[in-house]
């Protein structure tokens, strides 16, 4: 059995460890909050840019010869895992990366090469630990996302496909729902999808009612122009949900780990009290054998 002061240490120790557990949570639940509005922010602005692209493409003929939004047979695909540059924060970064993982090894049973362009990390040390080459790598910024770190990743990877290294891009990311519920969500950015620029009947009609736009320059340069936009903007609203993910998976465990930290201290606290008193009888019946052996 433990003595006192072995509980004692043990006991302090603890709840030093839940200070600062306890104020890793607030840290977080206050930037969740912050990163959740960024989120709400930017809808508008990608709503916007999703309806400009739509009429863009409308007094476009030949959208399908940019090259942003070409087709061609996958030989190479490359996989962007985003994670932390940090951990304490439960599942998020080992969830991502088993998903990726097993995309890596579907996409090579088809017989597909697999490259590696990683965000956060622990997700570049977990892939090299794992003896994988990771062509690129960005850290620093995955709990507080700016849009230029968005563009930084959208050229790299437009960089990669129009250079014809790659064949298609996949980004593989926490989806954020709720505090307790983060989603592994798989999303093809490149090639662009050319439904991201068809419309409906409704739209259509819309137009002929405004009548016709002279566009300058053409529809097919402003068009150009719009799809590496677009790309860092879906970038740039995976990063948001990502980093909402990480605060919200963080606020999470560090909730749980100071809940235990506390049953943890009322056990010890219960077993320290057993213990001194233990030591207290111990000592009554010493001195009262000690005064028995004089007396007799």
């Known amino acids: 059995m433990a003595s006192v002061q072995d509980l004692k240490r043990r006991i302090r120790s603890i709840r030093n460890t839940r200070k600062i557990t306890k104020a890793l949570q607030l840290v977080a639940g206050a930037r969740l909050r912050k990163a959740q509005a960024r989120i709400e922010a930017m809808r508008p602005y990608a709503d916007t840019m999703r309806e ?16 942003l939004l070409q087709s061609r047979d996958v030989q190479t695909v490359a996989i962007v895992p985003l994670t932390g540059d940090r951990g304490l924060a439960g599942g998020f970064n080992a969830q991502v990366l088993r998903a990726s993982v097993a995309l890596e090894r579907r996409l090579r049973a088809e017989g597909k090469e697999v490259r590696w362009i990683v ?52 980004v593989v990311y926490n989806a954020f729902v709720s505090p307790l519920v983060q989603r592994v969500t798989e999303t093809t950015v490149l090639p662009i999808s050319p439904e991201v620029l068809e419309t409906d009947a409704e739209e259509r009609k819309q137009d002929a009612l405004r009548g ?36 919200g998976a ?22 320290m009290n057993r213990a001194r008193q233990a030591e207290i009888t111990q000592e009554i019946l010493e001195v009262v054998a000690g005064a028995d052996a004089l007396t007799g």
Do not use: W
């Open 212 to 247: 016709d736009f002279i566009f300058e320059p053409e529809p097919e340069e402003i068009l150009a122009r719009l799809l590496p936009v677009y790309l860092e903007t879906e970038l740039y609203r995976a990063l948001l949900e990502s980093a909402a993910s990480f605060l």
């Open 250 to 271: 963080q606020m999470t465990a560090m909730s749980s780990a100071s809940k235990n930290a506390g049953e943890l201290v009322d056990r010890l606290t219960l077993a």
């Open 52 to 67: 400009l692209m739509e009429g863009v493409a409308r007094a476009s003929s030949s959208v399908r010869n940019l090259p």
């Open 119 to 170: 965000v956060g990390r622990k997700g570049d040390s977990s892939l090299r630990f794992r003896r994988y080459h990771v062509d690129a790598t960005f850290e620093g910024f995955v709990d507080r996302p700016a849009y230029h770190d968005a563009q930084g990743v959208a050229h790299k990877l437009i960089e990669l496909y129009t250079d014809d290294q790659v064949d298609q891009v996949i």
